[in-house]
């Protein structure tokens, strides 16, 4: 419940701070990028900064979730194959107890 609450309490801030900057910044930019020239206002610049960035590294983490979820795989059937032999290993009869 408290974790709720704090999680409520920080987007309420963030909301706030931006509603805040938006409404200090409402001069214009010009993005220029190389085929075209964009003007817009400062703060839809810098949310789509933000939001393009925040993409950017949800798929750079994306990717090494994947990576490391192949990894957990190949480890967990390594570790099954290693098993299965130990076990079997573990059946066979002493051949020099004489």
């Known amino acids: 419940m408290l974790k ?3 999680l ?3 987007l ?3 909301f706030g ?3 805040v900057f938006s409404y200090l910044n409402k001069g214009d930019v010009e993005v220029n990028l190389a085929f075209v020239s964009i003007t817009t206002s400062i703060s839809i610049a810098f ?3 933000l939001v393009a960035g925040w993409l950017l590294g949800v798929i750079s983490m994306g990717v090494f979730a994947l990576r490391l979820v192949n ?3 190949s480890l967990r059937r390594a570790l099954r194959v290693s098993e ?3 076990t ?3 059946n066979l009869p002493l051949s020099d107890a004489d």
């Open 4 to 6: 709720k609450a704090g």
């Open 8 to 10: 409520i309490l920080l």
């Open 12 to 14: 309420i801030l963030v």
């Open 17 to 19: 701070v931006i509603v």
């Open 47 to 49: 949310t789509v900064t």
């Open 71 to 73: 990894e957990r795989r």
């Open 84 to 86: 299965s032999e130990v």
């Open 88 to 90: 079997s290993l573990r």
